[in-house]
């Protein structure tokens, strides 16, 4: 596979990861803040099958294809924007695992809400806030991934 390729598909899965992130994740904030604990289930539901559709594949391609064309291109992990890069994804994915177990606990107590027709329990509101707590720093980290990848110097690139 030639490298153009690789690096349109890596483009494209970054595309993919960021979007169904950042829109996961506005679509969750704001169903938690109508309180409605059937639109919170409903939304919550998406959220966590948008994940596995989406995220998790793109969150397993992403280093993958990264390093396959590193590879290709002969760089060494200890390259500066490399190694920040794989450390800063690094970061991301240790926000994005407890989100996701928190995501699928959120989906089923709101379920349960719905199903005994309660309000959602402090523990839900408690985890929502980690939750989005949890996003920031690993939003951050992808912003400047992508800053990385496309203002990283290549040797013989010129820019």
Known sequence: MSY??????????????????LGSAFYKWMADRTGNPQHIAATNRQVVLADWIFTTPTVIFQPL??????????????????????????????????????????????????????????AYWRMARAWFWLGVPAFISM??????????HLPGAGS
């Open 4 to 21: 153009t390729l690789i690096k349109t598909m890596h483009i494209l899965s970054m595309v993919l990861l960021f979007g169904t992130g």
């Open 65 to 122: 294809s990264g390093l396959w064309m590193i590879h290709l291109l002969g760089l060494p992990l200890s390259t500066p924007w490399v190694a920040i890069s794989l450390g800063l994804y690094g970061l991301a994915g240790a926000c994005w695992l407890p989100v996701v177990w928190l995501q699928i606990r959120m989906q089923r107590m709101a379920e349960d809400a719905v199903i005994r027709q309660q309000l959602l329990p402090p």
């Open 143 to 152: 912003l400047l991934v992508v800053a990385l990848m496309v203002f990283k």
